[in-house]
């Protein structure tokens, strides 16, 4: 998910090297895309055992700041150099959007959630019309709209909305977290290294949410008891390991790697597979299928919010100037880092 699946904010502006392995690039990404793909399913069974989403989040990103502590230590001066990036991205990203997703899949299927919280490159750039009065490109009204009329297919509005209405106000809340980092990265410069800002912002995660989550209270026995995933039983804190070691730390880890072989576009691209991944492994492990009218829906949406985020401005150029090839990449997010020659724009993902 980080959320979900997730990805997708979350996005840092950075450099990133020119010179591209397409072949292994690839390989990073669909590496990440799947172990992003993977949080919801991972989630529901601990969920449905009795743990709160908030419970669930926070032993997602608290085990991730395990995971990822030698980098904390490498890079242990940037919080003193960039204290409102760790901050924002820990809050917003790690923890906003992550907890908000699992809340959402506590109600409502795993890739309908997915589906709804990719709507965040839609929402960006509406607030840049909106909001910053900023003129748009006719490509990214036209990716609004698909997103849109994708939404409306997904829910079946016509019939009522048959989702429960709660669980899609989170996904939207999940969504706006998710755009709200890609605003974010209209602030930021290029002197953070992407790893080290996941890192910093699993452990801001952990503190920020030991709050409301109130791990003491956890249900740890739902961590020993056996859980049903897909006609295997196995127990919760292997679904628990799994969150936080591969659809966090390792995907993030991917997700770097694939921003460092391919363009952002061409990563960005590749993480929209994260969510056929969640239908499908949804479909098959958890049962949960979508209609033809709703599989119709997910094409559209998936559609719309593509064309949208190459849509959506780079820090690289006036705020004014919208220009696809400023595009961030989505909500399983992917990153970059600082290298040598021209720079472009790349972002850091937001992962579920």
């Not at 799947?34 to 989040?57: E, K, N, S």
Request: aromatic content about 6%; proline content about 6%.
């Amino acid at each position: 998910m980080l959320c979900g699946s997730g990805r997708r904010p979350w996005e840092v502006v950075v450099s990133v090297q020119p010179v591209r392995h397409r072949a292994s690039g690839l390989v990073y990404a669909l590496a990440a895309a799947l172990a992003f793909g993977g949080a919801g399913v991972a989630a529901r069974p601990l969920l449905a055992a009795g743990m709160d989403p908030l419970h669930v989040t926070w032993l997602r990103v608290a085990g991730a700041a395990v995971v990822l502590a030698p980098v904390v230590v490498v890079h242990w001066r940037l919080p003193g150099r960039r204290p409102w990036l760790v901050l924002a991205y820990g809050v917003v990203p790690m923890a906003g959007v992550q907890a908000l997703y699992f809340a959402a899949v506590a109600r409502i299927p795993v890739g309908v959630a997915l589906l709804i919280e990719f709507m965040g490159p839609v929402l960006v750039l509406v607030w840049f019309r909106v909001v910053r009065r900023t003129r748009v490109s006719v490509s990214a009204v036209v990716g609004v709209v698909l997103a849109v009329a994708g939404l409306g297919l997904l829910l079946q509005v016509w019939a009522g909305m048959r989702l429960d209405p709660v669980g899609v106000g989170l996904a939207l809340g999940a969504a706006a977290a998710q755009a709200g980092f890609f605003l974010l990265s209209d602030a930021t410069g290029g002197d953070a290294d992407p790893l080290a800002v996941i890192a910093f912002g699993a452990v801001v995660a952990t503190v920020v949410l030991a709050v409301p989550a109130r791990p003491w209270s956890l249900p740890w026995g739902a961590l020993v008891d056996q859980v049903a995933l897909g006609g295997v039983v196995v127990p919760g804190w292997v679904l628990a390991v799994w969150l936080a070691v591969v659809s966090t730390a390792v995907a993030y880890a991917m997700g770097v790697g694939a921003i460092r072989r391919l363009s952002p576009q061409v990563a960005g691209g590749v993480a929209y597979l994260e969510v056929v991944t969640a239908i499908v492994l949804a479909w098959v492990l958890l049962g949960e299928s979508l209609n033809l009218v709703q599989i119709l829906g997910a094409v559209v949406i998936v559609v719309g919010a593509f064309v949208s985020q190459t849509a959506v401005p780079s820090r690289a150029v006036p705020v004014a100037e919208v220009v696809s090839s400023g595009a961030q990449a989505s909500s399983r997010g992917r990153s970059g880092e600082e290298g040598e020659g021209s720079a472009e724009s790349a972002p850091v993902p937001e992962g579920r």
